[in-house]
């Protein structure tokens, strides 16, 4: 009766559906499975458009500990209030091997998902018994939750690893807690290498961020409510004890963070914040003013969830204890990430990253509940729950492409755009510190190393093209098959040794925007453009929606004495080997000291900026 009752009945919809109705929800399922597949493409997707190899705000701060630390000092260092030391020997990997490029980062967070989603499943099967529609229906769940592009920041940054990281190790602790329930009640035995892995995995999320020792707790909770020996569980207590304390050896709390003892005399605020947190990310941007009323009803109805899952002890499921851990694992991280960041306001809640967590929160009261109607055979409930996930899920669609703009126009003005000022070695302290780090006599430093090394953003073929000759490099071709315009400039750097120009141009093949805009004094390579700036009256001169996108922003290095600059834009069409002249711009020393229209005189056939 114990091993029946713990390791669960197979889970598919009840009995006792007309054949229309089964047909339905059977179709109601595999739909949002496939909208689950759709949403690992569409993060991939967004990846794709928002990726830069140009660092930004943390990875310059962990680049300087990597450059002038020694390594097993600055792995160990704290990162604001985390210890991340997986990914710092993730960072070491792709430094010495791939130039820092920052692509393997990007592999191990889909890996950190992919297994998320496969470990979810495995539980649904192995301890839930969910088979057919219904464990479709759920898997689809799971990857939705994995992937939902509103988290689009954890697809954008490398540095993310950590974040998504500690899930993986979450769910291989609790899964393997629950497999040696499981053999033990079925007479097998526990099984000591299942042991040593899901401790290892609590260890191992400890050293990826401060939440990681929630997975402790989350571990020992769990092999309580599963019955296993004690002896186990003494394990578990072991670990706990050995392993947290090493996190805080040189520990210090960050000096631009609050402190986590003076925030929890401000409950309410603590409160409102993780109402904000889990009410947000089900709510597009303009409902996020109902966020503490959803916030209040999720919260509310995850306690009685746990309060149910205590009063039943000895006759949950298996599945049922994963799933409370996951609430747990949630509701704690979000009560600890209140606590280091109330000081930014409660509205810092919102930020993307932080939507893993509330994601996972959902995903584990959604599937929790789903789970309990089928054991109770309520089809009518459970068919309307899957309606109005379905629902959900389907109207969330239409949000893809407001998040796709905003990853699309942060990368561009937050990374490629100050990247090309870095490249063309233009020293201008005001924009370092606005757009990549508070330091910038920090960030010059470190981009000296880098660029000597051929490293990071200094490894693109752009990079190393600045002060080259312009015709061994490029074929140059008729003005006829670009247009554009060059509409403003301005001096940069801290001697005024640089120019910014702003302006459109597109590539008559199609009037798609051109891949990059290059800049030449002569014949020589001083600085790039890069596209993406929204230019919707281009779009409408041209009638083409291609050209929506054909603004572009650049920086130039102008050697003393220039008179004119010539600019060109490279043509994706000719896989970036041929560049048409677009306007010849005529400048002089001083060089210009605020935005103004530029003398340029076109050499396409461009409209000009009103």
Known sequence: ?????????????????????????????????????????????????????????????????????????????????????????????ELRFFRGSGWPAFIVIYCCQISSCLLFGYMLRKFGGFKGPLWAACFGLALYTYFCPCQWENFA??????????????????????????????????????????????????????????????????????????????????????????????????????????????????????????????????????????GQLALGFSLFLLARFVIRRGRNNLLEIGLASITIYSLATGFLTALGRLILGTDSAFTTRYQAFSLQFWLAISVW??????????????????????????????????????????????????????????????IVKTMMFRIPEMVWGDADYLRARHLSLFSTPISGQIGMNLTPTYSLVSADKCGGYVGKVSSVGTRAEGLKLEGWTVDRLGNYPVKRMLFAAGERIVGFGVLGVARPDVATALHSNHAF???????????????????????????????????????GFPLPTKSAPMAARSHGSGLRDE
Not at 192 to 214: E, K, P, W, Y
Not at 385 to 404: D, E, F, K
């Open 549 to 587: 996108r054909s603004g572009w922003v650049g920086y130039a290095k102008v050697p003393e004495g220039t008179k004119t600059l010539d600019v060109y834009g490279i043509l994706d069409s000719s896989g970036e080997k041929d560049i048409c002249p677009v306007a010849t711009v005529q400048i």
């Open 157 to 294: 940054l490398g540095i993310q690893v950590s974040f998504l990281l500690v899930s993986v190790w979450m769910m291989i602790a609790l899964v393997g807690v629950l497999l040696q329930s499981q053999r033990i009640v079925s007479g097998q035995p526990g099984g000591r290498g299942i042991l040593i892995i899901s401790l290892l995995a609590a260890a191992g999320a400890t050293f990826c961020g401060a939440n990681g020792m929630v997975v402790w707790i989350v571990a020992l909770l769990a092999a309580l409510f599963a019955r296993l020996p004690w002896r186990r569980v003494a394990w578990y207590l072991v670990g706990m004890a050995v392993v947290s304390p090493l996190y805080f050896i040189g520990y210090h709390s960050p000096a631009t963070h609050a402190s986590p003892v003076a925030t929890l005399r401000q409950p309410v605020g603590v409160l409102e914040y993780m109402e904000k947190l889990f009410g947000g990310v089900i709510l597009p941007n303009s409902r996020l003013d109902w966020a503490l009323q959803v």
């Open 369 to 430: 509940t789903i789970f309990i109607l089928a054991q109770q055979r309520a089809t009518k409930s459970l068919s309307a729950l899957l309606v109005a996930s379905a629902t959900l899920l389907a109207s969330s669609i239409g949000l893809y492409q407001p998040v796709l703009e905003v990853a699309r126009a942060w990368a561009f003005e937050r990374r490629e755009s100050p990247g090309l000022l870095l490249i063309a070695n233009i020293r201008d302290d005001n």
């Open 1 to 93: 009766m114990r091993s029946s009752r713990r390791s669960g009945c197979k889970l598919n919809f009840p009995d006792g559906r007309s054949p229309h109705r089964a047909r339905v929800a059977d179709i109601l399922c595999y739909a949002i499975l496939l909208i689950g597949i759709g949403t690992v493409f569409s993060a991939a997707y967004l990846t794709k458009t928002a990726y830069s190899i140009v660092p930004m705000w943390d990875d310059w701060k962990l680049l300087d500990g990597y450059i002038h630390q020694p390594h097993l000092g600055w792995i160990w260092e704290q990162l604001n209030e985390h210890r991340i030391i997986f990914y710092k020997l993730l960072l070491i990997a």
